[in-house]
């Protein structure tokens, strides 16, 4: 059975840079039939799509966050990373990994997930 | 972007009930729809996806339909264990986008 891990600080300051990984385990990252990314979901609001790595190493952000994100893949350590630049209150949120399906039938679905980790930033 | 408005944003049903959600995009997504179910503190899970298609394990009560820009899910006959918030993804374009969720509460 696939298994995301969301590892990294549950408290970051502001104008500091979070850095998370998601351990994948239960199968390969390498697959090429997904993309692996990142959603996060403030206190309370809805969710918001981060950006997506493929295996070899090709990247979309989306647009929103898009000059401060940075995600990145090592395929040795079966994981991938989400980089967070200039974090402000309002980047709070639980952060998701996720699985998206790349090919065939439901294509673009987020078929597995990550447990979530909260993410507060605070002084 | 392509905007998901879901409606209605909440309701109370009863166990038993049949219940529907609507979701629209503000462009075509053509089948490219997903439906998760989200319970408090956990991450989604997928219910259906390809507009109309139930993931493997999700009960058959669940059932989704729609193309374009108009979506529906229903839950056939409500359980105990369906009381969540329901969110509809599309997946035509980047970036993917959500609705704001449909909470349905014990009535």
């Known amino acids: 059975q696939l298994q995301l891990q969301e590892s990294g600080p549950g408290l970051v300051k502001p104008s500091e840079t979070l850095s998370l990984t998601c351990t994948v385990s239960g199968g390969s990252i390498s697959s090429s039939s997904y993309y692996w990314g990142w959603i996060r979901q403030p206190p309370g609001k809805g969710l918001e799509w981060i950006g997506s790595i493929y295996y070899s190493g090709s990247t979309y952000y989306n647009p929103s966050l898009k000059s401060r994100v940075t995600i990145s893949v090592d395929t040795s350590k079966n994981l991938f990373s989400l980089k967070l630049d200039s974090m402000t209150a309002a980047d709070t949120a639980v952060f998701y990994c996720?699985?998206?399906?790349?090919?065939?039938?439901?294509?673009?679905?987020?078929?597995?997930w990550g447990q979530g980790t909260l993410v507060t930033v605070s002084s | 972007d392509i905007q998901m408005t879901q409606s209605p944003s909440s309701l109370s049903a009863s166990v038993g009930d049949r219940v529907t959600i609507t979701c629209r995009a503000s462009q075509s997504v053509s089948s490219y729809l997903n439906w998760y179910q989200q319970k408090p503190g956990k991450a989604p899970k997928v219910l259906i996806y390809a507009a109309s298609s139930l993931q493997s394990g999700v009960p058959s009560r669940f059932s989704g339909s729609g193309s374009g820009t108009d979506f529906t899910l229903t839950i056939s006959s409500l359980q105990p264990e369906d009381f969540a918030t329901y969110l509809c993804?599309?997946?035509?374009?980047?970036?993917?986008?959500f609705g704001g969720g449909t909470k349905v509460e014990i009535k």
């Open positions: 993804q599309q997946s035509y374009s980047m970036p993917l986008t």
């Open positions: 996720v699985r998206r399906v790349r090919i065939g039938q439901g294509t673009g679905a987020l078929d597995y």
